[in-house]
């Protein structure tokens, strides 16, 4: 009993039966307090009727009383009889042969009435059977004889106490069968519930394709298995997103230290020259940067993914970081032919980490001068807006396909053949992007692409 009360099913029922219970036990008493109230309503009524008749016929003549043309005892229309007694002072003067009420009872009730006029009482007869009793005053003054009148009522009292023993075996069946139904109902209520629970203890990273496949109405329960859903849904995206930049890192990274051990194997295996050696060791510290760009990239998307990418902003001169990029990357981009532009306001200031931001913007020139054409023109972009800085970069290039703008902000995504270690890195530097600008709160976007080439900008708020 103890444990299907821990449980909710039983914790559900439980409840449920108990409010049953409750509501009918307040709608027996309702219906046995009306029954009462209207039987002695009833009752009273009659009385007072056959009082008044009575009344009219008592005669009185030295002290004698007599109901003159009446009866002192009366059959009611539904075979009840009504008992008649006129009571003095002192003691019983007219009375029903065989009067159930002792006489004391009768003089009590008598007194009663002459101090406060006509009045109602509950007696219990000689025989103890319960009766009414209304008494009347015929005259005024404290010796003045009281008419009064009395009814059986076990038989009205016996009735409504088969009513209410009818009414607790009914209401008891009821309880029965509803707790009975209450507690299929909840099962049925529950039962995706377990199917969660039941799911939630099997998976696995490998089980993550797995659905509640269970028909729910559109309610709390159906609310529950939709986010459940979709919480392995996103868990599906991330594990597989995980597995997918496992098996990238493990790709970009096996390249350059396939690539050292070869360069390491050659110059062992023969003896060189001063100058092979060098030649070899440039080739190697080559491979060795590019092995720490990749190393520093993936820590730093790392942080990212955890939420310890945390910037300590700081006012940063917009114009000057953006000068500082030009002369930074203007070697690089003539070598290539390319002209960098600026297009910013005088002077303007926002918030964020250096370093940072100039890592977010170098990476968008970078791939700007990287497949710009030659003799054509690079743009960075600052313009105000009333809650921070858009800062953009637009070339000339040929753009991105269509199919491909939906991974751009992946990790190790290169979005076309042209894309390949040897000229478009690792494919993190977008990625890379996209995890510093969201650290500071922002958002980077693609705004035009095509023949007109490519335009990426974020945006930093104030």
Known sequence: MRRFLRGTRGRLTVISATILAVALLIADLGVVASLTYSQRSDTDA????????????????????????????????????IETAIV??????VQSPGQPIATAALLRIAAQARAGGRIFADVTD??????????????????????????????????????????????????LIGTILAYRMAGRALRPVRQIASLARTLSGRDLHRRVLIP???????????????????????????????????????????LLRSELDVALGNDRTGAEYRRTLHAL??????????????????RADAGALL??????DVVDLLHETRARWGPSAAARGVRIELDTPDTGTLHGEPGLLRRVVDNLVDNAIRYAPAASTVTISATPDGSGWWIGVRDRGPGIPPEHRPQLFKRFARP???RAREQ??????????AGIVAAHAGRIELVSDGEQGTHFRFFIPS
Not at 158 to 172: D, E, P
Not at 424 to 433: R, W
Request: no cysteine.
């Open 46 to 81: 009659l009385l007072a009727a056959q009082a008044d008749t009575a009344a009219a016929g008592v005669e009185e003549s030295n002290g004698v009383y007599s109901l003159g043309a009446g009866d002192t005892t009366v059959e009611t229309a539904g075979g009840a009889a």
């Open 88 to 93: 003095g002072p002192a003691a019983v003067l």
């Open 126 to 175: 000689t025989r103890g059977a319960p009766r009414r009793v209304m008494a009347q005053p015929l005259g005024s003054g404290p010796d003045g004889a009281v008419l009064v009148l009395s009814r059986s009522v076990g038989e009205l009292d016996a009735t409504i106490g088969r009513i209410a023993l009818l009414l607790a075996v009914v209401s008891a069946a009821v309880v």
């Open 216 to 258: 729910v109405p559109d309610d709390e329960l159906g609310e529950l298995v939709d986010t459940f859903n979709e919480m392995l849904a996103r868990l599906e995206a991330s594990f597989e997103s995980l597995r997918r930049f496992t098996a990238d890192a493990s790709h970009e990274l096996r390249a350059p230290l396939a």
């Open 285 to 302: 510290r080559d491979e060795v940067d590019h092995l720490t760009r990749l190393a520093d990239q993936l820590l730093v998307l790392a």
């Open 311 to 316: 910037p300590h902003a700081e006012p940063v």
């Open 416 to 418: 076309d053949s042209a």
């Open 424 to 433: 478009g890195g690792a494919g993190l530097g977008l990625a890379l992007s």
